[in-house]
């Protein structure tokens, strides 16, 4: 079993920055797919970024790409969504996620899920 727990959401103003945290325990292999989603009200879960638990190579979502960036911390079992010059349509519940499946942006593939952590971006 993983287990997944998000932190560092909140309320901030457009332009700023937020920094989101997911702290991982349990069985995750090396080789797992730790991703982060989103869902803002109405609408589809939707992919933001993944890593490899073990590191290297990231992949954002183009929606993203130039302001958030995916990485780890080895010592901490965590796993971080460095957002910046956030946007109001950037505001949504952001998940934590891991799979067993490599390099996967679907939501349907990934086994293991976090509770969730709310990010409003004011205009």
């Known amino acids: 079993q993983v287990q997944l727990l998000e932190s560092g959401g909140g309320l901030v103003q457009a332009g700023g920055s937020l920094r989101l945290s997911c702290a991982a325990s349990?069985?995750?292999?090396?080789?797992?797919?730790m991703g982060w989603f989103r869902q803002a009200p109405g609408k589809e879960r939707e992919f933001v970024a993944h890593?490899?638990?073990?590191?290297?190579?990231?992949y954002v979502a183009d929606s993203a790409k130039g302001r958030f960036t995916i990485s780890r911390d080895d010592a901490k079992n965590t796993v971080y969504l460095q957002m910046t010059s956030l946007k109001p349509e950037d505001t949504a519940v952001y998940y934590c996620?891991?799979?067993?499946?490599?390099?996967?942006?679907?939501?349907?593939?990934?086994?293991?899920w976090g509770q969730g952590t709310q990010v409003t971006v004011s205009s």
């Open positions: 890593m490899r638990w073990s590191g290297g190579t990231t």
């Open positions: 349990g069985r995750i292999s090396s080789s797992y797919t």
């Open positions: 996620a891991a799979t067993p499946i490599l390099w996967t942006t679907m939501s349907s593939n990934y086994r293991y």
